[in-house]
Structures are given as C-alpha cells and as structure tokens.
C-alpha cells in the first residue's frame, strides 16, 4: 500500500501536507496489544490540530451519510468528526494523522515518541519535512520511500490542478472527474472551497486525504487554468 | 456493481465519481449506466456517495418539471438521492477487480487493505529491505488510469527474465502462474483494476537496471505507473547510496514516505515471512 506516497507536486506543495500514520507488523513480528496503541495514536493526534484522522477500514474525518437529510442540501455539515474516527477504531490497520503544518507534525511526531507505543510509525510529506519532523524528534530516519513520480502513457492524465487534488487519495477513490467538477464548482462561485475541499475528503476511504491543502488548491485555481 | 433501473433518476452525480469514467447516462435508457468492462469494482460509487431515500417517482417528476422550465437544481454533488446502487455477488475472475481497485477489502493473500504490502513502512520491525538493497513497488494503472493484468503480466514477464526476486506475500505474486517465468494466470489477464502494485528487491547495484527496464516496459503498456524505491538509512539517518543513483536517472525526488523507527517486534521472533520468490 503506497496510499500516501505518490502525491503530485513539487516539494515546495507540500509545505502544507504532513501524513503521519502508525501500523502494527503483521505475521511473526505481530505486536501484542496494537489496537490499543493504534487508539492511542489516534487520541494524541487530535491534540495537535489534525485537518484529518483516520483509519484504513473505515475512512476519514469526514464520512458519506448512508441517511442523508433532504434538508442537509441547504445546510451540510462540513465538520470532520475526530472522536467518531477514534471510537469507530475496531481493528488493527492503519491510522494516520493529517497535518497542515509543520509546527504541529514535529510535535506530534516528538509525542509518540515519548508515548513508546512500539508501532511502526512513517512520515509522508517532502523529504525535507520528514527530515525535520526526525530532527526535533531526536530521531534518525530508519527507512525511507521515495516517490519517483509518474510515468508512462502520461497523456492519459489530466492537468496539475486537477492531479493535484485527485492524487491526495492514493487509492484512486477520488475521480479526476469529480476534482475537475469542483474546480469549476469553485470557478462558477456555485460552491465554496471549502466545501469542495469536503466533498472530496469524503471519497476517500482512509482519511489520509487534506482538506486543508485541497483547500488551497482549489482556491488558486479559482482564478488559473492550470 | 449493479445500479438499479427502477430507482435511478439519471441525475448524473455518479457519473462524476467513478474513477474510471464507466457511469454514463444511457440516452435511450435514461437511466446510469455502468460499463461492465471498464468498471473495475472499486466501490467508490456504492461508498463515497451519500444516500438519500426518496422516491424514485416524486423525484424524476420533480425534475422533469424543472427541465422544462430549464430551471436545474443545484444539489450536493456526492448524493444518490434514491440509494440506486446495489453490489452483486461477483465470482470468478471478475472478483479480482475488486480486490485490487476496493482498498476496504482486505487481499487474502496478504491481509493488507489496499493492493501493496507493508514494504518500508514496516521495515525497523521486520527488516525487508536491509543496507545494500532496494525495494521496488512498480505500481501500474495509478493515478486514475487503471490497468489489464495483460500489461501487469508484461512487466512481470521483464522483470523476471532479469532475475529478480518477487515479494511472495504481494497479491499479484499470488497470482502469477509461474514466479520463474512472471507468467499471470490466463484466465484473468483481460480483467482491468484500479491500479496493481510490482513488489521486488534487488542489490543496490541493479537499481540502474531495474529503472531502465521499467521504462522501457512502460513503452509497450497501455497505463501509467508510479515507482516507489525503498532504502534502509544509515545509523545517522542518511541516504547517501540510492538517492544519488536514482537522481543521476533525472528524477527530482521531492516526496518520499519516512519509517522513523519506532516499531518494535512482538514476543514472537520467528524467521520474517517477509520471504521473496527469486526466479
């Protein structure tokens, strides 16, 4: 699972786009008592301002409705539920936290490493974020992935706007089409960014997705073609 | 995935969220329609659209009465308002589909949500990719694009007449027919998913080679892939072995995903299952 990895844009984008997420070892490494640390990861990360939380079974923050209200068209709620993520936790699987801003990962980061939870505990942002979020940690960087971008029949691909938001869900579960629409949402002032931003967090089903730097996005390409 | 004719309303919004473009509204039907090779049964429709439970009847009339006054409703556009779809029992091969392209589903050959391994992620527990190594994820189809084992197995096929060791625990490794020769299965090489990840280690030494054969594979397929390259630091944190390498090759590595060694093993201390299917 590369769900976090292949973000696209420069390293300068992701001034705003820090994923921590934790896992337990499956197989003979299994660590005893993981849901629990896994739930506690989840508790301190919402001590530091996440913009998103969530967990690789049940989704994110901000969730779909299987009821929705009729009246909920005229008055959504956009808010991102974070104890909900923490509570709905059944499972061993992934948790991860979404920052938008270094300050708040490199804190969060020197936490749980206080907090000696025994997980395995990765940093997906630009190479020199992780870096720092290791450095004010005290810690060495163990292992890392890099992202070697795209390649390939890239004509089948979009334009950069609309790569920049699909690609916040590495699974795929956010269509270029619907980042296209909310876009033009954004443009025709039909929607606010923020709540395109929303609708698209919705989609994804692991809560690694930023609204804060969908956000951002689509509040530049309000007034820019590509 | 099936979307039922007696509720939709055509209103459109799915056809907006598949990510594979395979909804569209049939002119003739005047209902969604999903294009049964190209879905790839990801869910995304079936999951990340809200539901609403109105009436089938009261909503199509509600908006043909709006149409003919060109009027349009301006509705939330993550919405089915009558709950139209509906999973179906998928069997053999076309369940393959979704255990790569539906990241809620557990693989069973790895127990993993979504279509990888652990990889480097878990790497200060179990070790994997150790100094001298690189790990590989060669994923095809992402981002958007999709992908037929056909090209997943041209790849497979490459790399294995280079002698690379497959990860035994990635699903399209549990797939193959033949590990020494990267032969897939026949019977599901026309089946398309989301996107299927290519999991190898090899020496340090062959990382070159092993790039220069993904992109001359990528010439002959049909989708787009993404490379991910897995390293063990040094004792400072340090990478100063690949990420030279693979700079010389002209990528720009801005984003990388960093283990910072926190995991700690189990009481259990067998040998890694982590194995690798060298051909």
């Not at chain 1, 079974?57 to 009729?70: E, F, K, L, Y």
């Not at chain 1, 690609?167 to 956010?174: A, F, L, Q, S």
């Not at chain 2, 400072?236 to 700079?247: C, S, T």
């Amino acid at each position: 699972m590369t769900n976090t990895l292949h973000r696209f844009g420069s390293a300068d984008s992701f001034h705003d786009d820090f994923i921590v997420f934790a896992m337990a070892c499956k197989g003979p490494f299994k660590q005893e008592n993981a849901l629990d640390g896994l739930r506690r990861f989840l508790q301190i990360a919402i001590e530091f301002k996440p913009v998103n939380l969530g967990d690789a079974r049940h989704g994110g923050a901000i969730r779909p409705s299987r009821q929705m209200n009729p009246l909920a068209h005229w008055a959504r709620d956009n808010a991102p539920d974070f104890q909900a993520v923490v509570d709905g936790l059944t499972d061993v699987t992934t948790c991860a936290a979404v920052f938008d801003n270094r300050e708040n990962a490199e804190k969060f980061v020197k936490r749980i490493k206080e907090e000696n939870l025994g997980l395995s505990v990765n940093v997906s942002t630009s190479i020199e974020g992780a870096e720092d979020c290791c450095e004010y940690a005290g810690i060495p960087r163990h292992s890392v992935g890099y992202s070697l971008g795209f390649e390939g029949k890239t004509d089948k691909m979009p334009n950069s706007q609309v790569m920049l938001l699909s690609t916040m869900c590495g699974h795929g579960m956010i269509s270029h089409s619907l980042a296209k629409k909310m876009i033009d949402f954004v443009k025709e002032n039909r929607r606010t960014p923020e709540q395109c931003a929303a609708t698209l967090t919705r989609f994804c089903s692991c809560g690694v997705f930023n609204p804060a730097r969908a956000k951002r996005i689509l509040e530049d390409a309000r007034t820019k073609t590509s | 995935m099936q979307i039922n004719p007696k509720k939709c309303v055509a209103c459109g919004n799915c056809t907006y969220v598949c990510p594979m473009g395979a909804i569209y509204i049939d002119p003739v039907l005047k209902r969604a329609t999903i294009d049964r090779d190209e879905c790839v049964e990801c869910y995304t429709c079936f999951n990340g659209l809200s539901q609403e439970h109105l009436n089938p009847t009261l909503v199509r009339a509600g908006r043909k009465l709006l149409a003919a006054m060109r009027i349009r409703f301006d509705p939330e556009p993550d919405v089915c308002p009558t709950a139209a779809f509906e999973p179906d029992e998928l069997t053999w091969p076309r369940v393959v589909r979704r255990a790569f392209s539906d990241p809620r589903v557990p693989h069973e050959s790895t127990g993993v949500e979504g279509r990888g391994t652990e990889e480097v992620k878990t790497n200060d527990v179990t070790g994997r990719v150790g100094p001298g190594d690189v790990g590989f994820t060669i994923e095809l189809g992402r981002p958007g694009v999709g992908v037929r084992f056909r090209d997943i197995q041209e790849m497979c096929i490459a790399l294995a007449a280079a002698g690379v060791a497959f990860e035994k625990k990635n699903p399209i490794t549990s797939l193959m027919s033949d590990v020494a020769t990267g032969t897939i299965r026949a019977d599901i090489l026309d089946e398309k998913v989301l996107s299927a990840i290519v999991e190898i280690k090899v020496p340090v030494s062959r990382a070159e080679e092993i790039v220069r054969l993904v992109w001359d594979v990528e010439k002959r397929i049909d989708t787009v892939v993404s490379i991910g390259a897995g390293v063990r630091c040094d004792a400072n944190g340090n990478d100063a072995v690949v990420a030279p390498i693979l700079e010389r090759l002209g990528y720009d590595l801005a984003r990388a995903k960093t283990n910072i060694g926190l995991g700690r093993r189990g009481t259990s201390t067998q040998a890694s299952d982590r194995e690798m299917v060298t051909t």
